[in-house]
């Protein structure tokens, strides 16, 4: 497949280390093999060094086992000829999903932090960054889209999405993490799950999976909270609870909405 230029919007085609379209905007390929075609690229966007190094801590321990299982049980059962992984951080989910189907995988990312580890780790896939609102693609080039606890950027998902393609949400079911918030906050709450209504699709199916994880040092309680929204609005003093917990038994509990493309 090949990508759009994000300049001109013509298509860009590998000459060797670049992808040039033909109006001549050229695009270097990493040694890592991943590509930026991000417009207004600013190297401070998306996850920090610091942020992609503790996300991938938690990660590789896969402590979310179960929600990559079911991505991969997915993934082995729908066949997708090509899959846009959107927001896919550090390719965690992106490369064993790539593993589970003979098709292209091309994942996106705004940080270069990520999608340099990520590129690093998986030959498999492609990386490219870009803002998953401005996707480098042509329409209807996908069959399958996942975005997994990432904003939903409907009408660009519908636009690349091939007729009747899928487009796959993931985010918290309503336990997930409830003792983490029990053990910070005086009144946690348990999370609203109920799908959206996404304009242009129609929600097949909502499933949820869910496990019960031991998190058994101080650094990746933290790196885990760290991965969640609470961490911008979270008080001085219950950060310090955070930080005094050495060892944090918890449920992870995910819903997975899939969605198809309505036909006009
Ligand atoms: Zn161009």
Known sequence: MNYRCPVCKKALIRKEKTLVCENRHCFDLAKSGYVNLCRN???TQGDNKEMVASRTAFLEKDYYRVLADEMVAIVRQMKPEVIFECACGQGYYTRQMKAAFDGEMHAFDMSRE???YASKKDK???YVIASIFDLPVFDESADLVTVIFAPTAVEEFHRVLTKEGLLITVGPGADHLFEMKAAVYDVPYKNE???AVLEGFELKEQ???KDEIT???SEEIQALFMMTPYTYKTSEKDMAKLRALKELKTQVHFSICIYQKKVC
């Open 207 to 209: 499933r949820f999976v």
């Open 114 to 116: 990520a999608i340099l």
């Open 215 to 217: 998190v058994n040092s």
């Open 124 to 126: 498999e896939s492609s």
């Open 193 to 195: 799950d109920d799908p």
């Open 41 to 43: 690229f600013k190297p």
